[in-house]
């Protein structure tokens, strides 16, 4: 928590440093949870998220005191989407908050890495403008980390297909076997 601490002085209050420090630690696993509860659909969730309501508070207040990040970030994932979830040309909202990173590496430590080299899962290739660099405040400062907000919208740009357009867009994964990778590029609205 020192980085939240120290940084608190300078630009956010104590709680929303901590908040934002919070969201980054992996164990208890706060924004897996917070997160699966943003975007389930039903009453348990609603349920749920009221346990939240001040933390969700907190940690958007804060988010909303940083400047807007611009710029291209990278965000990985071991789920496989439908192919009809992300067409291109179509308009999509994350409900829940979504952390991306400045670093293609760092987001490929989310999807599947198989014997080979081989990576499964899904990668987003987000220009984003809305976004928030939290990195100063986080656990694991080196994911440079950039926050998307809840109900953030984007527009279908491209699936890539080929191994080729993969690396092409993806440079720092060259070295991986992509084909059972899928990945779309978004931009935000």
């Known amino acids: 928590m020192d980085n939240g601490r120290r940084l608190s002085n300078d630009s956010l209050a104590a709680t929303h440093a901590a908040a934002l420090y919070a969201y980054t630690l992996e164990q208890p696993g706060l924004y897996k949870t917070l997160n699966f509860n943003m975007f389930t659909p039903g009453d348990q969730a609603d349920t749920n998220l009221k346990r939240f309501r001040d933390y969700i508070k907190h940690t ?62 899904s990668l987003f290739i987000l220009q984003v403008n809305a976004a928030k660099k ?21 527009k279908v740009l491209r699936r890539l297909v080929t191994q080729a357009e993969k690396v092409d867009a993806l440079d720092d994964l060259s070295a991986y076997d992509m084909t059972d990778l899928n990945v779309y590029v978004l931009e935000q609205l």
Do not use: C
Request: glycine residues 6%; aromatic residues 10%.
């Open 60 to 121: 958007t207040t804060a988010a909303n005191a940083l400047p807007n990040f611009v710029g291209m970030t990278y965000r990985g994932t071991e789920r496989i989407f439908k192919q009809s979830l992300y067409k291109p040309g179509d308009r999509i909202t994350w409900q829940a908050f979504s952390s991306s990173s400045r670093s293609q590496l760092a987001a490929s430590d989310f999807v599947t890495t198989l014997p080979g080299h081989k990576l499964s899962g």
């Open 134 to 154: 939290i990195e100063s405040f986080s656990a694991i400062p080196e994911e440079q980390e950039v926050l998307i907000l809840p109900n953030a919208q984007f």
